[in-house]
């Protein structure tokens, strides 16, 4: 699974859009961008994840640039509840010889401020 | 709801005595897994099981062993705790869909004394 770099830590005003960057340079064709995010030692929880189009749910946006080489997930309005550690992983879709494993890097820590 | 549970949530044990942290889903997910993380490690896969009966093991098996018997439950055996195995530990599952986002339980503390 290609390796990803995000930055350590961001602030965000309540409210205004969130938007975490993730580069992955090395990412191959048939891998797909993921999200999670963990807030204080709760368990991880997936947000969102996209291959090579544009993605939306009811939690964030997933824009992925046309090389694939990085992505960005926007949270468009920011709560106090958003404040957690957010993780970008890319990784190949199933098949049988596949752990499964989630290789989390090191995150970025998203502070929500008041 | 859909969800993963464990249970107990808080446990503090002493060195060798057994235990089993359970895990169940109600997602009727083929694919379960364990993790334990630790602080400056991140999150390491102890083992996984792709469906019912078929288990295999993650980058740091030692000292734990799981069972598959049903679909919805995996549990995680302590055969003699040690305290290099005071950690959190999460179970997740997945179905096998394309994308193959998994979900996590709340987590389980574990304190081995």
């Known amino acids: 699974d290609a390796k990803t770099t995000q930055p350590p830590s961001m602030d965000c005003a309540e409210g205004r859009a969130a938007n975490l960057p993730c580069n992955h340079s090395t990412i191959s064709g048939n891998e797909y961008v993921y999200w999670y995010r963990q807030i204080h030692s709760q368990g991880p929880q997936y947000i969102i994840h996209g291959l090579k189009n544009n993605e939306t749910n009811e939690m964030a946006s997933l824009i992925i640039t046309e090389d694939r080489k990085s992505s960005t997930l926007i949270l468009p309005h920011a709560t106090l509840r958003d404040t957690a550690v957010y993780y970008c992983?890319?990784?190949?879709?199933?098949?049988?010889?596949?752990?499964?494993?989630?290789?989390f890097g090191q995150g970025t820590t998203l502070q929500v401020k008041p | 709801e859909a969800q993963v549970t464990q249970n107990p949530r808080y446990l503090i044990t002493v060195t060798g005595k057994k235990l089993t942290v359970t895990c169940s889903q109600n997602?009727?997910?083929?694919?379960m897994s364990w993790y334990r993380q630790d602080p400056g490690l991140g999150l390491r896969q102890i083992y996984y099981?792709?469906?019912?009966?078929?288990?295999d093991k993650g980058d740091v098996p030692e000292g734990y062993k799981v069972s598959r018997k049903e679909k919805r439950n995996f549990p995680l055996i302590l055969e003699s705790p040690s305290p290099n195995q005071t950690s959190l530990y999460f179970c997740?599952?997945?179905?096998?869909?394309?994308?193959?986002?998994?979900?996590f339980g709340p987590g389980t503390r574990l304190t081995v004394t």
């Open positions: 997602m009727n997910h083929e694919y």
């Open positions: 099981s792709m469906n019912v009966e078929v288990t």
């Open positions: 997740a599952s997945s179905s096998f869909g394309q994308s193959w986002e998994q979900y």
């Open positions: 992983i890319v990784r190949v879709p199933y098949s049988p010889s596949n752990t499964g494993k989630l290789i």
